[in-house]
């Protein structure tokens, strides 16, 4: 049976964690989240905001990272994070939320933060833009909250960073356990 266009996307896509630099346009992203806001979200507010750091921006989320390492952190991973955050990865995008402290309203934007995320993901997989989503301590440092404009009363719920990257050095696919080992089926019979 022939699997679908979307079926093939979803299959394919990896997470990207080395970039080749070569540089990607402001508009390419934004057209990202020009489409990647048609997550179902499940309230009539749209859950999410956006902070992108690109250019020289990028250099600002670099030092927002280190502020956050130890001196020892900064010694060991200070001059990779540099080369990796301000030259080969060519953006940073915070999705960041209203933090609610109800637990369904604050799930149902997480979910949609996902969904959202997820999407961006698969259409820049498609325009052979990779992405890598981080949850990383950093992201719930109040310091670095503040050196990267998140607001009082927001959260990150993930840090991507987007570029280009050489096909041929695209992960392999880590094995998914079958289906039929993760399902319950209730039938009522």
Excluded at 31 to 44: F, K, Q
Excluded at 45 to 63: T, V, Y
Excluded at 74 to 90: A, F, S
Aim: with cysteine.
């Amino acid at each position: 049976m022939a699997i679908s266009a979307i079926e093939q996307l979803i299959r394919e896509r990896r997470t990207i964690r080395q970039f080749n630099g070569q540089t990607l346009a402001k508009e390419t992203v934004i057209n990202l989240l020009d489409a990647a806001v048609w997550a179902p979200v499940h309230s009539r507010k749209e859950p999410w905001r956006f902070i992108l750091f690109m250019e020289a921006g990028r250099q600002q989320f670099s030092d927002a990272v280190l502020h956050t390492f130890s001196e020892d952190e900064r010694e060991k991973w200070g001059q990779k994070l540099q080369l990796d955050y301000c030259e080969r990865m060519q953006a940073h995008l915070l999705i960041v939320l209203e933090a609610d402290a109800r637990q369904r309203v604050w799930e149902d934007a997480v979910g949609a933060g996902s969904a959202l995320i997820q999407n961006i993901q698969l259409l820049a997989w498609e325009q052979g833009i990779g992405v890598v989503w981080k949850t990383n301590e950093y992201n719930f440092d109040p310091d670095f909250c503040r050196l990267t404009g998140v607001k009082p009363g927001e959260r990150i719920i993930g840090t991507l960073h987007l570029g280009y990257f050489d096909r041929d050095k695209t992960p392999k696919p880590r094995p998914r356990t079958p289906v039929g080992e993760l399902l319950t089926c209730v039938t009522g019979e």
